[in-house]
């Protein structure tokens, strides 16, 4: 199996950092890589809870990504699945929020469970667009 593991510093409280990863509206702005938006979702951000993500290319295409929350600590960590629509493969994502001081925090993003690594590093430059986005809002 194969991970990926990143890390982003944020000039913002950890506080508005986990808003952006468990307040629906804000998720809309930003959880798409490069020009694509996030034209619906649907996020119960609790344990047990399911989301679903449509991100939608300028062509009209549309990739659909979905799974469960199997962990939440508000404000430290999330921990959920990661199911494309269509596919068979389930991988998982944690994420972990760490204050550095009042007004800057950190994330790291763990997604593991991969069966090779051209499909790590596909989902690399994925997460890779949707930090730049998310740093445009949350800088």
């Known amino acids: 199996m194969f ?4 890390n ?3 000039d913002a409280p950890v506080a508005q950092l986990y808003k952006a990863w468990s307040d629906l509206e804000t998720i809309k702005r930003w959880f798409a890589p490069g020009d694509m938006t996030v034209p619906e979702a649907t996020a119960d951000v609790r344990a047990g809870g ?9 062509d009209g295409s549309q990739h659909i990504v979905s799974g469960r929350y199997h962990e939440v600590i508000d404000g430290e960590k999330l921990v959920f ?9 389930i991988t998982q994502v ?3 929020f760490t204050a ?3 007004n800057k925090s950190a994330l790291q993003l763990i997604h593991n469970e991969f069966d090779d690594q051209q499909t790590c590093d596909k989902h690399q430059q994925g997460w890779n667009g949707c930090i730049t986005n998310l740093l445009k809002i949350v800088p």
Do not use: C, H, K
């Open 3 to 6: 991970q990926l593991i990143m």
């Open 8 to 10: 982003q510093a944020f």
């Open 50 to 58: 399911n989301y679903r993500i449509v991100m939608q290319a300028t």
């Open 81 to 89: 699945s990661w199911q494309w629509e269509g596919s068979p493969n």
């Open 94 to 96: 944690t994420i972990l």
């Open 100 to 102: 550095i001081d009042e």
